[in-house]
């Protein structure tokens, strides 16, 4: 298989530089390919079976969270509602979440008239995410407003009051 234990790391990073070299002209001849390509990768990156789960190391996070990011720039709406669904999944980690909501917000940095459409159902799932008690879901899940972002002008003002909350208590973990 692609990733055994001991190559996983190598062939994760050798994914990485692909997708971030791919040039956007070659995948807009065979989307669906591409599309079909990214949802093999990602079910890799983000297993659901706990054994594969645990196997995923801490180090991956940030590139798997990378590869992400690059499959959104080649195909912005696929990575939305691939994000959207995997977020909503309840078979993934909180560290696999946090990973995923940390893709999604550079990309709806770098994106932010195509996330536009998917804040019908981004919005509620991220303002849960930074409603539960783990610091890494919450502060990743942050990055990704005012972008992404919901139409209640309630669950909004939740939002900031959140992230009032988080930031005050980075600001005296720091000073302590």
Known sequence: ????????????????????????????????????????????LFPTDKKKQKEAEMDERPLASSIVVAMGRQHPHFAFSELQSLLAAREYTSAQKATLCRALGTLARELPREVGSYNAALGPLVLSFMSEGEEPLASHAIRSFPYVTVPDPQQEKRIVEKVISLVLNAESEVAA
């Open 1 to 44: 298989m692609l990733f055994r234990s001991r190559s996983r790391p190598e062939c994760i990073k050798h994914l990485h530089e692909y997708l971030r070299c791919l040039p956007n002209a070659f995948v807009k001849t065979d989307m669906e390919n591409f599309s079909s390509e990214c949802k093999k990768i990602l079910s890799l």
